[in-house]
C-alpha cells in the first residue's frame, strides 16, 4: 500500500522550532518530487514547499521563506520541514504530498493524514 | 502572484449535476488539477491535467478548461459528494490552489 505518514506536530511558543516528518512507503521515494501543503484550521489549502527527486532543486512559498527549510533522506524513505521562527499564523495541518509525475507539474496524487502544528503561548 | 478564484460554495439537488468554476487569468494554458476533501481528512485528487480522472473516481466526475476558466463538473450528484473542491495549478516555481469551493447536496 502506498502511505505517506506525517509526524512532529504540537504545540509549541512563537518564536520557537518544530522538524516535521512524512515517512513514506510503498514506493520508490526517490521517483518523486514531493510538497508541504498546509491548512489553518477552518481554512483552505496553502502551498508550502517543493523538493526535487535529488533534494537539490527547492522552492517556497513567500510566506515561508527564510524560515521553512524542506529536506529529505531518500535512504531513509523520508521527507523534512524544518520550521524555525515559528509564528501563531503557521498553525495549521501539515500534509506532505507527492507529485505524481516528475517534472510536469502534475497533481498531488498521494497525500499523508497531516500532523498538527499549533503555535500559542 | 497567480490567483485562483472559487465560489465559496455551491448548491446541487441530488441526482443533479453541479458545476464547480475555477477563474484565473489565461488559465486555460495552463495544467488544472482538482481535489475533494471531506471534514476531517486529507484531500484527495478527483481530475488532473484538465480533464484526466484517476483511477477509482467514478465517470460522473469531469472537468474542462479553457479560456479564464476551468470547470468540475458532477454528473448525478449524490450525497456522498459534499465537500470542499479545490483548483490547482503550477505558476513558474509555485503551486498555487484556489480557495475552495463548498459542494451542498440539497
Known amino acids: 500500500e502506498v502511505l505517506l505518514v506525517e509526524s512532529g506536530g504540537g504545540l509549541v511558543q512563537p518564536g520557537g522550532s518544530l522538524r516535521l516528518s512524512c515517512a513514506a512507503s510503498?514506493?520508490?521515494?526517490?521517483?518523486?518530487?514531493m510538497n508541504w501543503v498546509r491548512q489553518a484550521p477552518g481554512k483552505g489549502l496553502e502551498w508550502v514547499s517543493y523538493?526535487?527527486?535529488?533534494?537539490?532543486?527547492?522552492f517556497y512559498a513567500d510566506s515561508v521563506k527564510g524560515r521553512f527549510t524542506t529536506s529529505r533522506d531518500n535512504a531513509k524513505n523520508s521527507l523534512f520541514l524544518q520550521i524555525n521562527r515559528l509564528r501563531v499564523e503557521d498553525t495549521a495541518v501539515y500534509y506532505c504530498?507527492?507529485?505524481?509525475?516528475?517534472?510536469?507539474?502534475?497533481?498531488?496524487?498521494?497525500w499523508g493524514q497531516g500532523t498538527m502544528l499549533i503555535v500559542s503561548s | 502572484s497567480y490567483e485562483l478564484t472559487q465560489p465559496l460554495s455551491v448548491s446541487v439537488a441530488l441526482g443533479q449535476t453541479a458545476t464547480i468554476a475555477c477563474e484565473g487569468n489565461n488559465i486555460g494554458i495552463k495544467n488544472v488539477h482538482w481535489y475533494q476533501q471531506k471534514p476531517g481528512q486529507a484531500p484527495v485528487v478527483v481530475m488532473y491535467?484538465?480533464?484526466r480522472r484517476p483511477s477509482g473516481i467514478p465517470e460522473r466526475f469531469s472537468g474542462s478548461n479553457s479560456g479564464n476558466t476551468a470547470t468540475l463538473t458532477i454528473a448525478r450528484a449524490q450525497a456522498g459528494d459534499e465537500a470542499d473542491y479545490y483548483c490547482q495549478v503550477w505558476d513558474a516555481s509555485s503551486v498555487v490552489f484556489g480557495g475552495g469551493a463548498k459542494l451542498i447536496v440539497l
Open positions: 510503498g514506493f520508490t521515494f526517490n521517483d518523486y518530487e
Open positions: 523538493i526535487s527527486r535529488s533534494g537539490t532543486t527547492l
Open positions: 491535467k484538465d480533464n
Open positions: 504530498a507527492r507529485e505524481r509525475n516528475s517534472g510536469s507539474t502534475d497533481a498531488f496524487d498521494i
